[in-house]
């Protein structure tokens, strides 16, 4: 079932055209991604990672975002035009565990979507890199409700007391520690697209992985439990997908995809 929030959300995100010119750009996310519809494309290899092992101290504030201010992570290859630099992650997510995830497959949406935002190595800010048509390179992970994961499971509980003029502070992580290992990550999907929230700019290279992160339903549950300032929860934080409009949705070469679709045509 298509999940898509309050009718005074989805109210809100509408007027978002009204004040950002580019939120009713052609190019906007998320999307769905039709898997039968997307393109193989040889020169979709792996992401190179770099120094995403590495841990930074951080803090969470209650709009689900985190700064990452380690600007020697970075990631290249992947057929991205140059090497970009993590800038900051955050999550979207739905309500008890239900549907949350911004970008669907197949119009199955997941409970949660991680993104890490990355931009050029040689802008020194992302207003700046925002006006690059390729300034911006965003990595999307789905979360399934199956396992255990004790860091997730301490920043659900965390975000718990947060409120919007206060971070909480988060242990030390590194980004390797929010994703799966870098052999799961060769399935993935790739289009341009916008950031889903105002400005909606359109200047964003997007990777969304095949694999999703394991999370359990209590973890997924206590997500639902963040509150703003006015103490309403904070649930349901993410964009219905956007049209298409003529836009070609690429897939890496990963032999995952083949199965994956054989699974699906089994079990249908």
């Known amino acids: ?7 005074a959300e989805k109210n809100g995100r509408q007027k978002w055209a009204g004040g950002n010119v580019d939120c009713g750009g052609k190019s906007q996310s998320p999307i769905n991604i039709v898997t039968r519809k997307t393109v193989k494309d040889e020169r979709l290899t792996p992401i190179e990672f770099k120094n995403y092992q590495q841990t930074f101290k951080n803090s969470l504030t209650n709009n689900g975002h985190s700064g990452v201010c380690a600007h020697t992570v970075t990631i290249s290859g992947g057929d991205l035009s140059t090497t970009y630099k993590a800038v900051q992650f955050h999550l979207h997510w739905g309500k008890d565990g239900g549907p949350g995830s911004e970008h669907t497959i197949d119009g199955e949406q997941y409970p949660m979507e991680l993104h890490i935002v990355h931009m050029k190595s040689s ?56 994703i799966p290992p870098e052999q799961k990550l060769t399935s993935y999907y790739r289009y341009r697209g916008s950031l889903t929230t105002p400005p909606c700019s359109e200047s964003v290279v997007w990777t969304v992985f095949e694999t999703p992160i394991p999370l359990s339903m209590d973890q997924m549950k206590a997500f ?24 070609l949705v690429y897939r890496s070469a990963a032999p995952q995809f083949k199965a994956r679709r054989q699974r699906r045509m089994q079990i249908s």
């Open 1 to 7: 079932s298509k999940h898509t929030g309050s009718t």
């Open 123 to 178: 802008y020194a800010d992302l207003t700046t890199a925002l006006r690059d048509p390729n300034g911006v390179a965003v990595l999307g992970f789905f979360y399934e409700v199956i396992l255990l994961n004790s860091f997730l499971y301490r920043v659900a509980n965390m975000a718990v007391f947060v409120f919007s003029d206060v971070s909480f502070s988060l242990p030390s992580i590194s980004l390797a520690q929010l």
């Open 224 to 247: 639902s439990t963040v509150q703003f300032y006015d103490g309403t929860s904070m649930v349901n934080n993410f964009r219905p997908v956007q049209p298409l409009n003529g836009r």
